[in-house]
């Protein structure tokens, strides 16, 4: 139990900045990192990183199913979180999805994670009984999907699933007015402007604007990957028509955009309820921890109140954690105190050890 509980406490002061940390730093031996690949269905060869602990035997593993992010697996806070549970004994593997590093919510890439799993799983260095997978904003939803698959049906020992969304349409449709509810009270909470941006690039196909998709897209990738570094000389290659489209989407509190988003949501409703939990509650049969930052602005906390509320009254196992410590892969600042950043530590010191309990 005690082992357990230093465990824990390695992984906790390893995540959330804190004094401790950077003094636990001084006296153990970073993780080793590696650089593998896996194998897709259509055969590509795709990489993934591997944060290591000490020695070569069996260890408890951890997949870290990646969000919609350019970033990929060099993600900065998800590599964070790798390295800390690398400190605790887990290995980690942290592998890039192809159409999520492309900024795209795509259903090929359930297909992509059940090709990882099972890579992970066949290895020498992997208990196939002690694998926990998790995965990170659309990854979360993405990767519960995956588990349905006959193939993966009863293996991971838990999942979870960290700031994604119950209803794909609603997750869509704050991006766009910041207006979300947990079933009882609503909320309007700011937006992030890339969640807008990122809409828009999933679904141009689908605007009734006339425009070029693969120059527009090329410009809002940009946006999102490069912070807009090439965007005023993209910009000024386009026609007219792609930079009326462009000034629409990125523009801040754009009711046109709203309106174009609404159409858009009508057309793509068949493809986004079929990633939905909402939609596939029923056969979800297995254990569940959802966790959530309060202060998140790409998909908000409501969804994961939603989806714990659906999965309880269903009859279904569900563990849930909201934490005033987080946005969406983010620590944010902490406005209660020292006694509040402590309780809070402790909450989450909690959750990960109901999470880790079946491989640690």
């Not at 990929?72 to 192809?98: D, S, Y």
Request: proline share 6%; aromatic share 10%.
């Amino acid at each position: 139990m005690m082992r357990r509980f230093w465990k824990l406490m390695t992984i906790v002061l390893n995540v959330v900045p804190n004094p401790a940390a950077r003094l636990m730093k001084l006296f153990r031996q970073e993780p080793s990192i590696e650089t593998t690949s896996y194998t897709t269905t259509e055969g590509t060869v795709v990489p993934m990183r591997i944060h290591h602990p000490p020695g070569d035997a069996p260890a408890p593993t951890l997949i870290i199913y990646p969000g919609v992010s350019p970033a990929g697996e060099e993600h900065e806070a998800v590599n964070v979180l790798a390295r800390a549970l690398a400190f605790a004994g887990i290995r980690t593997f942290f592998p890039r999805i192809p159409d999520l590093k492309e900024v795209l919510v795509r259903e090929e890439s359930v297909e992509h994670m059940i090709n990882v799993y099972l890579a992970v799983e066949a290895r020498e260095d992997v208990d196939p009984a002690k694998i926990v997978g998790s995965g990170v904003s659309f990854g979360g939803s993405l990767f519960i999907k995956a588990c349905l698959d006959d193939r993966l049906r009863g293996k991971p020992a838990a999942v979870l699933s960290y700031g994604s969304f119950f209803n794909f349409r609603d997750g869509l449709n704050f991006s766009m007015t910041g207006v979300c509810s947990d079933g009882e009270k609503e909320y309007h909470i700011e937006p992030h402007d890339w969640g807008r941006i990122a809409f828009f690039h999933n679904y141009l196909e689908y605007l009734d604007e006339p425009h070029n998709p693969e120059k527009v897209r090329q410009y809002l990738l940009d946006k999102v990957a490069n912070d807009g570094q090439n965007g005023d000389a993209l910009y000024e290659s386009f026609s007219e028509e792609d930079r009326i489209l462009i000034d629409k989407i990125v523009a801040d509190q754009s009711q046109e955009a709203v309106a174009m988003a609404e159409k858009v949501l009508k057309k793509i409703e068949p493809l986004v309820e079929r990633l939905s939990p909402s939609n596939f509650l029923d056969e979800i049969d297995f254990p569940i921890y959802l966790m959530h930052g309060a202060n998140d602005n790409m998909i908000p906390f409501t969804e994961t109140v939603r989806f714990t509320k659906a999965l309880t009254e269903s009859g279904r196992e569900v563990k849930s954690f909201v934490s005033y410590l987080y946005s969406h892969s983010e620590t944010k600042g902490h406005d209660r105190g020292l006694f509040g950043f402590l309780l809070e530590l402790w909450r989450i010191g909690r959750f990960l050890g109901s999470l880790l309990k079946p491989v640690l």
